[in-house]
């Protein structure tokens, strides 16, 4: 049973340019969560989606952040115009079910570079 | 709003010593607490967790127990090895039925051979 998956795994883009991160869920995973780490920071929580629903984005930047979990694909985290205030890490994760009783599942991560 | 704490790093520490990494956190309702490591350039795995008071969660060594009158859920091994050398997250859920993590900001631990 494959992991969670995330590409790439390194982007570099110039300020002004879009980002575009992917996320497949484990299999049989339908709840997806976006995180993003900033250098010597913990992970803050963005936002949760499942399939073709945004259930909550209260921690999406108001402007430039999108995301997406359409029916068939994966998710996308899409930021536009990017700024070199966006350089982090953004991490996926998967559970089966939502709630806090769940476990989700990590994957590598998206190290976002903005020159 | 729901919070966590946890001691600041680095921790340096020899093989074969003892391990304490201090997590307090702040919630309303009855969270699910867990442990999270990050080994260098990857991404985060999951440790342990537990999901009420009094539970203990262990793995590799590891423990933790959730103590809900000190609101703390501190991380032990009795021995660390070499490769335990990483960052180490404490995280909760946020109680409501989203179950969105609230993380602490990490402890980096380096272990000496």
């Known amino acids: 049973n494959a992991g969670v998956m995330q590409n790439p795994r390194h982007l570099v883009r110039r300020r002004g340019q879009e980002a575009r991160l992917r996320c497949s869920p484990m299999?049989?995973?339908?709840?997806v969560y976006w995180y993003r780490q900033l250098p010597e920071e913990g992970l803050k929580f963005m936002v949760y989606?499942?399939?073709?629903?945004?259930?909550?984005e209260s921690g999406m930047p108001k402007e430039r952040f999108s995301a997406e979990f359409p029916k068939e694909g994966p998710s996308i985290l899409r930021i536009q115009q990017v700024v070199r205030g966006d350089s982090a890490a953004y991490f996926c994760?998967?559970?089966?079910?939502?709630?806090?009783?769940?476990?989700?599942?990590f994957g590598p991560g998206t190290r976002l570079t903005v020159l | 709003g729901d919070s966590v704490t946890q001691m600041e790093g680095p921790v340096t520490l020899s093989e074969e010593a003892f391990l304490t990494i201090n997590c307090t956190y702040t919630?309303?309702?009855?969270?699910?607490l867990f442990w999270y490591v990050q080994y260098p350039g990857e991404g985060l795995q999951l440790l342990l967790k537990?999901?009420?008071?009094?539970d203990k969660g262990s793995n590799k060594g590891f423990e933790a127990t959730y103590r809900k009158e000190t609101t703390s859920f501190h991380l032990e091994k009795g021995s660390v090895q070499v490769s335990d050398s990483a960052v180490y997250f404490c995280?909760?859920?946020?109680?409501?039925?989203?179950?969105?993590?609230?993380f602490g900001k990490g402890t980096k631990l380096s272990v000496k051979p």
């Open positions: 995280a909760l859920s946020d109680g409501g039925s989203q179950g969105n993590l609230i």
């Open positions: 537990a999901t009420k008071a009094d």
């Open positions: 989606l499942q399939k073709e629903n945004i259930i909550d």
């Open positions: 994760a998967s559970s089966s079910r939502q709630g806090r009783l769940d476990t989700q599942y």
């Open positions: 919630a309303t309702g009855y969270p699910s």
């Open positions: 299999k049989g995973h339908s709840h």
